[in-house]
Each structure stands twice: as structure tokens, then as C-alpha cells.
């Protein structure tokens, strides 16, 4: 998938300059793009309105396919900002060990801990959120989804397996009135990881972590390329200044990176020959 060989990198802090996996990929001939926000003020956890105006300009030109990688999860709000370039009706797929849905602490103002919540409100194409990750004992995410009946899935820690559950949940979901299958009408997916699902011999962030293994989750977005179009992907959770962390990180990222790269080639095969 042509489109999709493209990888955008946004440095708010300095986490990537020990990592490689880009220039990998570049290697293999993927497009990579270095987009620096270090010292833009207003973005650290919360981003106010002209911060996010800065970043819009940054990252228009790429477009929503592709795969972005957003620095640590005080970023994970770039996201929302990312699907603003989408323009199709879609569904989210997002993994994460915490909701992301809480609602704005003062001003309505876009924060990491509240993005999926603002996207649910805010953007009219977006459908459906599968929300995979949070434990089951968390009471924010019984509470947070709560409010959006029917266009959350909530998606428990605990049930996300070899993926195989959740690509059944995708299958046939959104789909046209009047198809005969779960995938050739159904919407496509953006997808979005933050790091913090995993636990921390896989990768190590600067929140609490879950306890998904890598593997896992390459299944489960394996998974999720086998029975939807995926528009694009972007991935958080980095934590810089340790070298384990930065190894940890840079292995995951990369093990990302092809499972990105495999997963949209297999999904436009199949799309192909349907």
C-alpha cells in the first residue's frame, strides 16, 4: 500500500535521537519525515488553541494515511488532531491502558487524558471508538464510556487475547445496509497505540503501564488489517533520557512499523481480490 509507506515522527522532547527504527525503515524504502515541536509552548499534557494551530500546519501535508509516531503520551492528543485530516466516515481502534475520555479539566481545552472524548464530540465522520486496553477494574472506563452508548466498545485488558476476539468484533461491524459480508462495505479503521498498554518488559513510558505483551498486540492490529482498511496509525509512549527504555521503545517501534507495513499490504490484497 503505496500510501501508507510513509512515516511522520514528531519530536516534542528528545526521545527519538537514540532510537533507529526509522531510519530502518527508511532503508527499506519508506518515506520518513522529522517534524520538530521542541519548544512549543502549550503542548506538554494539555494543548491550548494556539499550540494546536501549529501543529495543524505541521502535519496537513501528510495527510491521515501512514504511520505517525507522537513522542510520549503528553502527546497523545496529537491524534485528535490527526483525524481531522481523515475524510471519510470511520471507525477508531485505539490501545491504551487508560480511556483518554475524561472530560476537559477547565476551557474545553484538548488535553492527552481527554482526546478520545473531544474526537467523539467533535468530528462527524468518526463512527465508532473500540477503546482496548483498560482493565476491568478500572472504574473511570465503566464510567467514562458510559455517556457514548452504542459508539463506544470497550475492550478490557483482560479480553484482548491473540487478537482473535477483537477482529471478531470488527468483522461486519459499520457495515452497509444489504451487504452479504462483514468486510467490504464495513468502515474503515484508524488506528491509534499508545505504548502504555504493555507491560514493561516489552516497552517501558512515563505512565502507568498495563500488561499486554508485545506480541499480543501485533496480533490484535494483524487482527484488525485482516478484516478492515486502515486508513492510517500512530503510536505514543516514549520515554527518554534511560537506555533500557530507549532499546525497549526503539524494538517495539520497530516491531510496529512492520506489522503496519504487513498488515495494510495483506488488507489491500484481500480488498483486491474480494
Given at each position: 500500500m503505496r500510501e501508507n509507506r510513509q512515516i511522520a515522527v514528531l519530536s516534542f522532547t528528545d526521545a527519538y535521537e537514540k532510537q533507529e527504527?526509522?531510519?530502518?525503515?527508511?532503508?527499506?524504502?519508506?518515506?520518513?519525515?522529522?517534524?520538530f515541536c521542541r519548544g512549543l509552548e502549550g503542548t506538554n499534557c494539555y494543548c491550548d488553541a494556539a499550540a494546536a494551530e501549529q501543529i495543524r500546519e505541521r502535519i496537513r501535508p501528510f495527510g491521515a494515511s501512514g504511520l505517525h509516531f507522537l513522542d510520549s503520551g503528553n502527546y497523545h492528543y496529537v491524534s485528535r488532531l490527526w483525524l481531522e485530516l481523515v475524510t471519510e466516515p470511520f471507525d477508531l481502534l485505539?490501545?491504551?491502558?487508560?480511556?483518554?475520555?475524561q472530560e476537559p479539566a477547565f476551557g474545553g481545552i484538548l488535553s492527552c487524558g481527554g482526546w478520545v472524548r473531544a474526537a467523539l464530540e467533535e468530528l462527524p465522520l468518526l463512527c465508532k471508538v473500540?477503546?482496548?486496553?483498560?482493565?476491568?477494574?478500572?472504574?473511570?472506563?465503566?464510567?467514562?464510556?458510559?455517556?457514548?452508548?452504542?459508539?463506544?466498545?470497550?475492550?478490557?485488558?483482560?479480553?484482548?487475547?491473540?487478537?482473535?476476539?477483537?477482529?471478531?468484533?470488527?468483522?461486519?461491524t459499520g457495515c452497509?445496509?444489504?451487504s452479504e459480508s462483514?468486510?467490504?462495505d464495513s468502515l474503515p479503521l484508524y488506528i491509534s497505540a499508545d505504548k502504555d498498554i504493555l507491560k514493561q518488559e516489552d516497552a517501558m513510558t512515563n505512565w502507568d503501564q498495563g500488561q499486554v505483551g508485545l506480541d499480543e498486540l501485533l496480533a490484535c492490529i494483524r487482527g484488525a488489517c485482516r478484516v478492515r482498511r486502515v486508513i492510517g496509525m500512530d503510536v505514543c509512549g516514549e520515554a527518554s533520557g534511560e537506555e533500557t527504555a530507549e532499546k525497549r521503545n526503539d524494538?517495539?517501534?520497530?516491531?510496529?512499523?512492520?506489522?503496519?507495513a504487513d498488515g495494510t499490504a495483506a488488507s489491500k490484497r484481500a480488498k483486491r481480490n474480494f
Open positions: 527504527f526509522y531510519e530502518e525503515m527508511e532503508r527499506d524504502g519508506w518515506n520518513i519525515s522529522r517534524i485505539v490501545f491504551d491502558h487508560h480511556t483518554d475520555m473500540y477503546l482496548a486496553g483498560p482493565p476491568g477494574s478500572s472504574p473511570e472506563a465503566a464510567g467514562e464510556t458510559e455517556e457514548f452508548a452504542g459508539r463506544v466498545i470497550w475492550i478490557r485488558e483482560e479480553e484482548l487475547g491473540r487478537g482473535e476476539g477483537l477482529e471478531e468484533m470488527l468483522k461486519g452497509k445496509e444489504g462483514g468486510k467490504a524494538r517495539a517501534n520497530r516491531a510496529l512499523c512492520r506489522v503496519f
